[in-house]
């Protein structure tokens, strides 16, 4: 790079040599022992046996001395890995179908839109009960005053699902616990916090919880549980692909009602159950979250009851959808659904950009067109993005009312909470003895 000596030694000995012709500097990173560049720029060095460091093409995030990259590719973290025995690509996925944006439509279009989603909630619960549930595992950390305001509305988001199953009879010992969209395990922590606090645990047999992630996630709570008498597990991987028969234990909500109550039942018939996954053995695993409670034993046992937090309805599409037959009845299609997901959005975003919104959550801004500026004021749509949100709901409900399920909508938080606040619960309309 045309540097003298003299302009390689004016860095500081520990900081990296390359010298930054744009800012007229050397980097500021710290280079390694014995190194003299940073990790961003080890390319530029050789090493002891004078081959260059060259960047890995797996994962541009790390480089790799050139000649030993066939040796390296073997090992390196990001290659391919054998897929687990529970992964079976788009196993829940459903039929594809056609997709639509709002954009470009014509008021015309809109209007017959808009028609058509207040004609399909006729006869349909538009007003949900009001049920802020509470539950005692958690009083103490609910108190704590280190929390801050973020972790605090998720603990109450926590007590209230707790609440909620605790009134199902779904907390109990004896039986599997799958938190889907797990994230850090904090629900499934609590789950186990309130168990725990009934009478000590009995053998490893009786309690189960399986967490099921597609993303890698820092800071998990499960990998502090080591108790002699519960199992933590860890799957990643995308609930599309997920077999549940093959885990040998039985953000997206539709995904996960397939998984549960479809492709698991299918897989169970066609085939013996698998032996159970043990901690020591190894494993590879939005937008809602849920949690299946089963008995224990080998191979998936019924489904007792699930709850969902729903949310991320604009995130949904048709393929994956597990209501098409509740649409198909009213005269609705995926054109339809596909356009109801991203009226949904509305509803708590109206058409102001996310970062205005100051809640700290996340939420998709709401698509603006020329024509729903000209005949919908902004109460008009959020109340059209509630319907929409309650008209996909709905269809789950169908779905698990043709599974023999007794399943029921209810505000869980108030909405200062969040605006998310739905909780989809359901249990068996034949309970299963356990």
């Known amino acids: 790079h045309g540097l003298s000596t003299a302009d390689v030694t004016a860095s500081s000995p520990s900081r990296c040599c390359f010298f930054v012709q744009k800012k007229k500097r050397f980097c500021k990173m710290v280079a390694g022992k ?14 002891g046996s004078g081959s260059r460091r060259i960047v890995c093409p797996l994962d541009p995030k790390h480089t790799v001395s050139e000649d030993k990259l066939q040796k390296h590719l073997k ?6 890995k054998a897929k687990p025995v529970y992964f079976v690509e788009n196993i829940n996925a459903g039929s594809a179908d056609g997709d639509e944006t ?11 839109l808009v028609d058509k989603l207040k004609t399909a909630f006729k006869g349909l619960q538009c007003d949900l009960e009001d049920s802020v549930q509470s539950h005692p595992a958690l009083h103490h950390e609910l108190h704590n005053p280190k929390n801050g305001d973020s972790a ?3 603990l109450k988001q926590q007590s209230s699902i707790l609440g909620h199953m605790e009134e199902l009879g779904l907390l109990g010992r004896g039986r599997c616990f799958v938190e889907f969209g797990a994230g850090r395990g904090k629900l499934s922590h609590w789950i186990h916090e309130a168990l725990k606090t009934c009478e000590h645990l009995k053998t490893c047999e009786d309690l189960q919880l399986l967490l099921v992630e597609r993303c890698s996630t820092r800071f998990k709570v499960d990998g502090k549980h080591q108790d002699a008498g519960v199992q933590f597990e860890r799957l990643q991987v995308d609930i599309q692909h997920l077999d549940l028969s093959k885990t040998g234990t039985s953000g ?4 996960a009602l397939r998984c549960l109550l479809e492709t698991a039942g299918q897989s169970e018939e066609e085939e013996p159950p ?3 996954l043990r901690p020591s053995e190894p494993s590879e695993p939005r937008s809602g979250g849920g949690l299946r409670s089963a008995p224990t034993g080998c191979g998936p046992g019924p489904v007792l009851g699930l709850t969902v937090a729903l949310c991320c309805h ?39 950009p996310t970062n205005q919104r100051g809640d700290g959550e996340e939420h998709e801004p709401a698509e603006e067109t020329d024509a729903v500026n000209g005949f919908l004021s902004a109460s008009e749509r959020e109340q059209l993005g509630r319907l929409c949100k309650q008209l996909i709901d ?35 309309l034949t309970p299963h003895s356990s």
């Open 274 to 276: 698998h032996k159970r």
């Open 75 to 80: 090992k390196c973290n990001s290659r391919e």
């Open 252 to 255: 997206h909500c539709d995904l």
């Open 394 to 428: 709905h269809g789950r409900c169908h779905f698990l009312q043709m599974k023999g399920f007794s399943s029921k909508l209810t505000r869980y938080i108030s909405s200062d909470v969040t605006l998310e606040n739905v909780l989809l619960t359901a249990v068996p």
């Open 152 to 154: 605090h509305k998720h």
């Open 34 to 47: 014995g190194r003299k560049y940073c990790g961003e720029h080890a390319t530029m060095e050789e090493d």
């Open 102 to 112: 709002l954009r470009q439509l014509s008021r015309t279009e809109l209007e017959t």
């Open 314 to 352: 604009h995130r949904c599409d048709w393929r994956h959808y597990v209501g098409q037959q509740f649409f198909l009845q009213r005269g609705l299609g995926a054109r339809e659904f596909s356009a109801f997901c991203r009226m949904s959005s509305w509803a708590t975003c109206g058409l102001r």
